[in-house]
């Protein structure tokens, strides 16, 4: 027999969204924790000891020059960061991720899907150089690898 003809055999997803999709008990502290690394790891990133002058050149702000709403910024971006770890937190659960290697692969794989999947060609359509997409995205495959991991480290 071929390994077509036996595929209905093969339980690929549950029939019933509760059995794939249970209840998570999520860990606050791992929460907060996730978020303020993805925080704190943005403001390092597009900082002058990293990677603040190519994105300022590439986006066309003068160096030096503050933006506007910048509280406004930092604290939607620190919502954003808890949302994104929550989020996370229950993809890692229902992937059954247990330690960091396998946390850090969920994230990576949030990270292929979901930032590279858009973000390539957003910015190739507004006609970004490739900087722009390796610095932003690689952002985010750094935050996703340590929040991934910590959030399957740490119940």
Do not use: C
């Amino acid at each position: 027999m071929s390994p077509v003809q036996n595929v209905k055999d093969v339980p690929v997803l549950s029939s019933s969204l509760e059995d794939s999709m249970h209840p998570v008990h999520v860990n606050h502290a791992a929460l907060v924790v996730s978020a303020l690394i993805l925080w704190f790891l943005g403001a390092f990133w597009y900082s002058p000891v990293a990677f603040a002058k190519p994105w300022i050149a590439i986006i066309g702000r003068k160096a030096g020059e503050k933006p506007k709403g910048l509280a406004a910024g930092m604290v939607g971006s620190f919502i954003g960061d808890l949302i994104l770890s929550l989020v996370l937190a229950h993809v890692v659960a229902w992937s059954g991720a247990q330690g960091f290697a396998m946390g850090a692969l969920v994230g990576f794989v949030m990270w292929l899907g979901f930032v590279v999947g858009p973000l390539y060609p957003q910015s190739v359509y507004e006609g970004r150089p490739f900087t722009y997409f390796a610095i932003n995205s690689g952002y985010w495959l750094v935050g996703l690898l340590v929040a991934g991991g910590l959030l399957a480290s740490w119940h």
